[in-house]
């Protein structure tokens, strides 16, 4: 399954050249999950993959839009189907989207989805982690909503230093795959 998606990944997700990121960074190595993981085959590959990495507990998988929309949804189907067929797996409550501001009307809410009580236990999925930037923007959110969040599950760190900033929120970063499985 792994394999299969690292395959995937360097086909339609990886490229090598000279990029800026969204960072602000340039890069010689580019990688857009989005080929890969607005396919049926790919999304359910990685929300296999991603699930075995939420945190035990975890009421609900949360995530900054734009690229951690299909992860959320993905990973919180995944969950029931397991939890359904096993009853041996937690069964995630709902996926929640992070909007990057408040929308302007109605509630003026920043979170979307079916919301856990408060003092729940979340998980953030994000597809890349370069700085670790908008994964904290996405918790920093969370939490002033009431929320319990301590681990970040990414599809791929770019070990930039993203970890790094992790740790300095009290967060524990999880990656799928590094940059570095990319050059082999």
Same mark, same amino acid.
């Given at each position: 399954m792994k394999e299969e998606l690292l395959g995937l990944l360097k086909d339609l997700a990886?490229? *090598?050249?000279?990029?800026?990121? %969204?960072?602000?960074?340039? %890069?010689?190595?580019?990688?857009?999950? *989005?080929?890969?993981?607005?396919t049926g085959r790919g999304l359910e590959l990685v929300s296999n993959l991603m699930l075995k990495h939420i945190?035990?507990?975890s009421k609900a998988v949360a995530g900054l839009t734009l690229g951690a929309d299909p992860l959320v949804s993905g990973v919180a189907i995944i969950s029931h189907q397991f939890w359904r067929n096993t009853n041996d797996c937690f069964? =995630?409550?709902?996926?929640?989207? =992070? &909007?990057k501001?408040? *929308?302007?009307?109605?509630? !003026?809410?920043? =979170?979307?989805?079916?919301?856990?009580?408060e003092g729940? *236990?979340? +998980?953030?999925?994000?597809?890349?982690?370069? +700085?670790?930037? @908008? @994964?904290?923007? !996405?918790?920093?959110?969370?939490r002033d909503a009431g929320y319990e969040v301590n681990r970040v599950v990414t599809i791929v760190d &770019?070990?930039?230093?993203?970890?790094? !900033?992790?740790?300095?929120?009290?967060?524990?970063? &999880?990656s799928l795959f590094t940059i570095e499985d990319f050059s082999s």
């Open positions: 990886y490229k *090598k050249g000279e990029f800026k990121l %969204s960072s602000g960074k340039t %890069s010689e190595h580019y990688v857009n999950c *989005k080929p890969v993981i607005l945190e035990i507990g069964d =995630i409550d709902g996926a929640l989207i =992070i &909007r501001e408040p *929308k302007g009307y109605g509630t !003026a809410s920043q =979170i979307e989805g079916p919301l856990p009580p729940s *236990k979340v +998980t953030v999925l994000e597809d890349v982690v370069t +700085t670790g930037g @908008s @994964s904290i923007k !996405a918790v920093k959110v969370l &770019r070990q930039e230093g993203g970890k790094d !900033a992790m740790l300095d929120n009290g967060l524990e970063l &999880r």
